[in-house]
């Protein structure tokens, strides 16, 4: 196995977080669009205060879940898949949707700590982040046979 380069790393971090907004601008839009409009009409900051809270909320679930459940599926997300990088539980053993959960929950912590879990893997060997060291798992470059 060889360990993903950073520079891969970070190509597939920004299409992901690219696939994440375009999501949440679709479920926004398709359940959400009536209260936002509401809101913004009612001049109410409350009302503005509210909504916020609940987008914050369902941009959370759509990256959790993108990043989990692809993880689980597929070792790797649109954007891993891209740049032909994927995840692999460090002791060789198959994705299982607990790691995969775990993986995806601490990520979307570190994200809300200024991405602290990120620079990790500016410091360990095999590039490993917050969320990957949680997980037991590595990001890998596809190898070519």
Do not use: W
Not at 10 to 24: P, Q
Not at 84 to 99: E, L, N, P, Q
Not at 121 to 140: E, G, I, W, Y
Request: charged share 20%; hydrophobic share 55%.
């Amino acid at each position: 196995m060889i360990v993903a380069p950073l520079s891969k790393r970070v190509i597939a971090f920004s299409i992901d977080e690219a696939v994440s907004v375009t999501l949440f601008v679709v479920v926004l839009f398709a359940i959400d669009e009536p209260e936002l409009v509401a809101a913004a009409q009612s001049g109410s900051n409350l009302e503005v205060q509210k909504i916020a809270s609940k987008f914050i909320l369902h941009y959370a679930i759509i990256k959790f879940l993108y990043q989990a459940i692809f993880v689980y599926l597929y070792g790797a997300t649109l954007g891993k898949l891209a740049v032909k990088i994927y995840c692999v539980r460090a002791d060789g053993s198959s994705m299982d949707i607990a790691t995969a959960a775990i993986r995806a929950a601490v990520r979307l912590i570190s994200e809300m700590i200024f991405y602290m879990g990120f620079l990790v893997a500016l410091f360990t060997n095999s590039r490993q982040s917050l969320h990957d060291m949680a997980a037991k798992t590595l990001v890998v470059e596809i190898e070519k046979e």
